[in-house]
T-cell receptor
Framework: DQQVKQNSPSLSVQEGRISILNCDYTNSMFDYFLWYKKYPAEGPTFLISISSIKDKNEDGRFTVFLNKSAKHLSLHIVPSQPGDSAVYFCAARNQAGTALIFGKGTTLSVSS | NAGVMQNPRHLVRRRGQEARLRCSPMKGHSHVYWYRQLPEEGLKFMVYLQKENIIDESGMPKERFSAEFPKEGPSILRIQQVVRGDSAAYFC?????????????FGPGTRLTVT
């Protein structure tokens, strides 16, 4: 039973355009969400996070939007660059604050 | 400022052998987490430890798996009598505090192959 879902296994975008990665969750008690980026044979790297008291958080080219009523968050990358090509994982912190619950990831390919 | 270190990076074991995976957290971090990633899957939480204490092991299989984070030295994830289904990438993460809004910093992972 997946509590964090990334329904798009892959996304292809042209360089300079916007990349939008989506994530849905089932537990309305989740209050903190994170996005990680992962290259092959490396560990995940933290990108950006958002608390449930906010609906938007921005860091450079990366913006995360949270829609609590829809239990949905999205990561926007503008403009997309070829170096952004990686697997992106959405994660939610569990209620006890002891673990992250990850989605299965979305593979982003940015072509030049 | 060294990141999270894991060794070995690759480990091959035959069925029935033991696997020991090591994790040294970032300097100043006292919280360690272990995750497992099966092929085509996301990371799955296994266990959360502080120095000398297991705080949450709800994701750890009940048999053959154990973890420790001693007062001195790295955290160890131990898998006894490995089976083919244990083949996966095992990631360790650390954070300076728990709960709160501290992100977890991940190591490069240990890729375990059971033959």
């Amino acid at each position: 039973d997946q509590q964090v879902k990334q329904n798009s296994p892959s996304l292809s975008v042209q360089e300079g355009r916007i990349s939008i990665l989506n994530c849905d969750y089932t537990n309305s008690m989740f209050d903190y969400f994170l996005w990680y980026k992962k290259y092959p044979a490396e560990g995940p790297t933290f990108l950006i996070s958002i608390s449930s008291i906010k609906d938007k958080n921005e860091d450079g080219r990366f913006t995360v939007f949270l829609n609590k009523s829809a239990k949905h968050l999205s990561l926007h990358i503008v403009p997309s660059q070829p170096g952004d090509s990686a697997v992106y994982f959405c994660a939610a912190r569990n209620q006890a604050g002891t673990a992250l619950i990850f989605g299965k990831g979305t593979t982003l390919s940015v072509s030049s | 400022n060294a990141g999270v270190m894991q060794n070995p990076r690759h480990l091959v074991r035959r069925r029935g052998q033991e696997a020991r995976l090591r994790c040294s957290p970032m300097k100043g971090h006292s919280h360690v987490y272990w995750y497992r990633q099966l092929p085509e899957e996301g990371l799955k939480f296994m266990v959360y430890l502080q120095k000398e204490n297991i705080i949450d092991e709800s994701g750890m299989p009940k048999e053959r798996f154990s973890a420790e984070f001693p007062k001195e030295g790295p955290s160890i994830l131990r898998i006894q009598q490995v089976v083919r289904g244990d083949s996966a990438a095992y990631f360790c993460a650390s954070s300076p505090t728990s709960g709160g809004n501290d992100e977890q910093y991940f190591g490069p992972g240990t890729r375990l192959t059971v033959t």
